[in-house]
């Protein structure tokens, strides 16, 4: 048998993060599978640029970090800083690593002309609303990740119709190669078609 939940061999200091994501009540946190996918993904981009949208209190960070070579960079953003506090203190001291306190619709217009080779879309601008301008910073050969697509609990009343649109969008772009998974709380990874 195969047991998709068992020995994923979490990065040290994530239990210490997850202790601080309960105690705040935080409810959209990522969890372990998703993040033993990110860091395996992103151990495929040496020296690489790397993007998050919604960093949360840093869970899925902390994976992406693990993956990530000592070349590579990860710019996340998050608006709420309580949450970020969190973040900021286990992870901060990364110097690959940049935290932002921004709106994300924002942040990705101020990232116009850069292209990234790996982009954590967990959070609404980027994916449910302003996707075409983030689909626009992903460089040939990057991947383009997003979770929760199953329902989830944390989910507020009219979200649940927001997540088969987001498919369906996703599903007709053409300078995209697309896997959904119906594992975990639901990802879709996309890579950009080199021209
Ligand atoms: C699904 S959670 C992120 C979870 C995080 N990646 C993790 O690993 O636990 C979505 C995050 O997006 C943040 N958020 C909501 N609206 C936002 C916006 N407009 N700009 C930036 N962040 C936003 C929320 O505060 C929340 O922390």
Not at 57 to 79: F, Y
Not at 113 to 122: E, L, V
Not at 138 to 163: C, E, M, N, S, T
Request: net charge negative.
């Amino acid at each position: 048998m195969i047991y998709d939940t068992t020995n994923l061999n979490p990065p040290k200091i994530l239990s210490q993060i997850e202790k601080e994501t309960t105690t705040l009540g935080f409810k959209m946190a990522s969890e372990p599978q998703t993040g033993s996918l990110l860091r395996m993904l992103a151990s495929s981009k040496p020296t690489g640029k790397f993007l998050e949208l919604g960093t949360g209190t840093g869970l899925s960070a902390c994976w992406i970090l693990e993956g990530m070579d000592q070349e590579s960079t990860l710019v996340t953003v998050e608006n709420d800083e309580t949450v970020l506090a969190v973040a900021r203190h286990h992870l901060e001291a990364d110097k690959r690593i940049s935290i932002q306190l921004s709106d994300g619709e924002d942040f990705i217009d101020g990232l116009k002309d850069q292209t990234f080779d790996f982009i954590f879309a967990d959070t609404w601008p980027g994916k449910f609303y302003h996707l075409d301008e983030a689909l626009a910073l992903l460089a040939p050969g990057g991947f383009y990740i997003i979770d929760d697509l199953l329902p989830q609990p944390a989910w507020a009343r009219d979200h649940a119709p927001k997540v088969p649109k987001l498919i369906e969008t996703l599903e007709k772009q053409t300078d995209l190669f697309l896997t959904k998974f119906h594992w975990a709380t639901g990802i879709m990874v996309a890579t950009k078609r080199s021209k």
